[in-house]
């Protein structure tokens, strides 16, 4: 029979993956089965004594139509090379011409048990082997040395295998909490139920014994991260593993689910369930590996505090404990996370079996200790997911359960809901020696998103909860409106400090009316930075911490010695330099200097109509992204931007011709728009972030927020040359540009600028003309 070709087998396999009938594990098995068969067609006419066999997951069967098909072909000892490249490639070539990724190996057996005595992904991928073709005697022989070879040094492939989980857990972090999580290789994901079972493989008792479910209740969870990454899969065309916002709806649809957020909270699930089993797994096994197995009786108990112990690196309940006390939950989780230990799993199932009612009103030792769990640092996060895997954080708080899991459909965020929060609350920790109620600080922190959950604008939801939830707690009401204060403001000082002109006495003036108090202000600048941090990478730098210090100093001056005393902050030694430059020669001045994270341009001239949009063409015309700017103009008409550009790796512009064509289009010899017409039509911009929730074209024009100038705000998807086409749409409509705030917030672009009217006696655009204004920029963003 004529064996299977290339186009045959691409024909085949586009067939299996179009089905709509197969999905998951149905989908999987149909795709190693039908690898199965073309394997069989093309080892027909193997040599006596040489093996095809499947490894890894292909070896189990499965293959999502993106895996790799891993293969060995096994060959008897002292084989010409020649000929051995002879037969693997009839084998291999079919495959490649087909387009499927193969991921093919020729070994003896010794050369592959040598191999495999030393390198883990080898070792592990034989654990598991199965014969395609050829003598099965060779293949049978293999997989009887490898497991003498994994269970001759248990203690060693123990170490590596956690060491390897470790490096991946920090590179891909947790599945149930990513928004685009890896299904494959995060904390949670399918490798770490691989890993599990490569370490049973051990064939110990005690390994075993430190498994605290059997393994097979791991079996629905896994099946569902693997059929969600068959459809993943799928839908996109690509072997890709991390779940992207833009494709969770697609992958929901395919898979049967109402929408994205109900399939990514039954993904958080199954990715807990597989977290909780490794991680009390690998605790267990690491205590092992370190003692060499001689483990012997259970340790000691040590005393952690009143009713909890330690014992084998666990917390857990010590016999005399008053289990039934309200704040005893919060007691054993607290004395744990400080302990830094997990606790025990039979410890949990106890206290969930018994205990307070759902909702109760508090004690005051449970508010202590409840305000000590929060107190725990980077602890909190696991000691809190311990506790909410069997429903024992929402006992107390029921409001946790709209949060538990939550998506947040937007590239701005990392984090699920509840995960961001925790972070949050970590994050507070570093900040509780700086202000003066640390527990408002922690408890605000936990509060500030928890209206996520409900329907409506998340802050006002979230205030409308503080009465019922704190007075639970037992806090009074002068506590408690300082966290409804924190909550209702818990983006006023990002916002203002990102998206308003600091040098604008108005603004500290705005911030200190709205916050109040110098004690209420210090606690929300802990929040913020901590809130900032807990958010993702786009929010927050170095750049927004200082310019956020700067805010609050400013406000605080106002609330202590009033608006009169609010000096606009001075530009910086390096802008106030440039502007002396073109005070003395009338020149046009540029400068470029490497921040932590960014570069920095410095643009200094005789301030013109236009100048703020001709500057943003040229940067746009060499292709630099733009991530915040500041401009300044002075009474002696000297114009001065700073813009803070984002750092590609591996590519470096070239300043000095950047500088160039600067100072020729202040001068107007060079035409700017010619040039980014031309540019664009024969280049494309580099992929952003992309939102499940593409935001929407805001303009806002108001003359609330300044005495002297117009806010115009402009919200918008990030696009090429957006920051000039609005620049030169306000040109067009006669306003000057006195200062501004730029920023890309990954999906979108929060562009706001002060700007003057030249005919309005205030300098203030009139309210009619509002919508002119509005018009105008909406239409260079249309275009």
């Given at each position: 029979m004529k064996p299977v070709d290339a186009a045959t087998i691409k024909r085949v396999r586009a067939q299996l993956v179009g089905d709509p009938d197969l999905a998951g594990r149905s989908l999987a098995r149909r795709m190693s089965q039908q690898a199965d068969s073309w394997f069989e067609s093309l080892a027909a006419d193997l040599p006596d004594g040489w093996s095809l066999m499947a490894t890894g997951g292909y070896a189990r069967g499965v293959l999502a139509p993106g895996s790799d098909i891993d293969v060995i072909l096994l060959h008897p000892p002292k084989q010409p090379d020649a000929?051995?490249?002879?037969?693997?490639?009839?084998?291999?070539?079919?495959?490649?011409?087909?387009g499927i990724k193969l991921s093919p190996a020729a070994h003896t057996q010794k050369t592959?048990?040598?191999?495999?005595?030393?390198?883990?992904?080898?070792?592990?991928?034989?654990?598991?082997?199965?014969?395609?073709?050829?003598?099965?005697?060779?293949?049978?022989?293999?997989?009887?040395?490898?497991?003498?070879?994994?269970?001759?040094?248990?203690?060693?492939?123990?170490?590596?295998?956690?060491?390897?989980?470790?490096?991946?857990?920090?590179?891909?972090?947790?599945?149930?909490?990513?928004?685009?999580?890896?299904?494959?290789?995060?904390?949670?994901?399918?490798?770490?139920?691989?890993m599990i079972r490569w370490a049973l493989r051990v064939d110990r008792s005690d390994v075993t014994a430190a498994l605290e479910h059997p393994v097979e209740d791991l079996a629905g969870p896994a099946e569902l991260l693997l059929a969600t990454r068959c459809e993943l899969h799928r839908v996109t065309g690509r072997a890709v593993n991390v779940l992207l916002l833009q494709d969770q709806d697609r992958v929901a649809e395919a898979m049967g689910y109402a929408d994205a957020d109900a399939l990514m909270l039954n993904l958080a699930g199954a990715a807990h369930a597989i977290e909780w089993a490794t991680d009390r797994f690998w605790g267990r096994v690491a205590s092992l590996v370190r003692s060499g197995g001689r483990s012997g009786k259970p340790g000691k108990p040590e005393r952690l505090a009143p009713g909890v112990v330690s014992i084998d690196g666990e917390a857990v309940i010590a016999p005399d404990a008053e289990v039934d006390e309200q704040s005893f939950v919060f007691r054993f989780a607290s004395s744990a996370a400080h302990a830094g230990l997990p606790m025990a799993g039979r410890s949990l199932r106890m206290l969930a079996s018994r205990g307070t009612p759902p909702g109760e009103q508090w004690t005051e030792g449970t508010r202590r200790a409840f305000v000590s769990l929060l107190g725990t640092g980077r602890w909190l996060v696991p000691t809190v997911e311990s506790l909410e895997r069997y429903g024992l954080f929402s006992r107390y708080l029921p409001e946790w359960r709209a949060v538990r899991s939550l998506p947040q459909r937007n590239a701005f965020h990392t984090y699920t809901v509840d995960h961001h929060l925790l972070q949050t609350i970590a994050n507070a920790n570093e900040f509780v020696r700086d202000v003066s109620r640390p527990d408002l600080l922690l408890v605000g922190a936990l509060m500030h998103d928890l209206g996520k959950g409900y329907p409506g604008d998340h802050t006002e939801a979230g205030v409308a909860l503080i009465d019922e939830v704190l007075g639970r707690m037992g806090f009074d009401a002068a506590d408690s409106a300082v966290v409804a204060d924190l909550v209702r403001h818990h983006l006023l000082l990002p916002e203002t400090a990102t998206r308003r002109d600091l040098s604008d006495p108005r603004t500290a003036a705005n911030v200190a009316e709205a916050v109040g108090t110098v004690s209420t202000l210090e606690l929300l600048h802990a929040l913020t930075e901590a809130d900032s941090r807990a958010t993702g990478p786009a929010a927050w730098s170095s750049w927004k911490q200082t310019l956020l210090r700067q805010l609050v100093a400013a406000a605080i001056d106002v609330i202590r010695h009033g608006p009169s005393h609010t000096d606009a902050p001075p530009l910086s030694p390096e802008l106030s330099r440039l502007a002396g430059l073109v005070a003395a020669d009338g020149g046009i001045h540029v400068e470029h200097a490497a921040a932590s994270d960014v570069d920095l341009l410095r643009i200094a001239s005789s301030d013109r109509a236009g100048l703020f949009a001709h500057i943003v063409g040229v940067l746009a015309l060499h292709g630099l992204d733009v991530v915040g700017a500041a401009a300044f103009t002075g009474a002696d008409g000297v114009a001065v931007d700073e813009f803070r550009i984002a750092r590609v790796a591996g590519s470096e512009p070239d300043w000095k011709r950047v500088a160039n064509d600067l100072r020729g289009a202040v001068s107007g010899e060079v035409d700017i728009d010619a040039r980014l017409d031309q540019r664009l039509r024969q280049q494309s911009r580099r992929r952003r972030p992309v939102s499940a929730t593409p935001p929407r074209l805001e303009v806002l024009v108001s003359n609330g927020e300044s005495d002297s100038t117009t806010i115009v705000e402009v919200r918008a998807p990030d696009a090429p040359v957006v920051l000039y086409r609005v620049t030169h749409a306000l040109s067009e409509c006669g306003l000057d540009i006195r200062s501004a705030v730029v920023a890309t917030l990954g999906h979108?672009?929060?562009?706001?600028?002060?700007?003057?009217?030249?005919?309005?006696?205030?300098?203030?655009?009139?309210?009619?003309?509002?919508?002119?204004?509005?018009?105008?920029?909406?239409?260079?963003?249309?275009?």
């Open positions: 000929r051995v490249r002879e037969v693997a490639e009839t084998l291999w070539y079919p495959f490649w011409d087909a592959l048990l040598s191999l495999a005595s030393d390198e883990l992904d080898t070792a592990t991928s034989i654990l598991a082997v199965r014969c395609l073709a050829g003598s099965p005697v060779p293949v049978a022989e293999l997989n009887v040395a490898a497991l003498e070879l994994w269970r001759k040094k248990p203690w060693m492939w123990l170490q590596r295998l956690l060491d390897s989980g470790q490096q991946r857990w920090d590179k891909f972090g947790d599945v149930a909490s990513l928004l685009e999580p890896d299904l494959k290789d995060g904390r949670g994901g399918l490798r770490d139920h691989d979108e672009v929060v562009d706001v600028f002060y700007v003057a009217h030249a005919k309005s006696p205030s300098g203030q655009v009139p309210e009619g003309d509002f919508d002119e204004v509005r018009s105008a920029v909406k239409a260079a963003l249309s275009s």
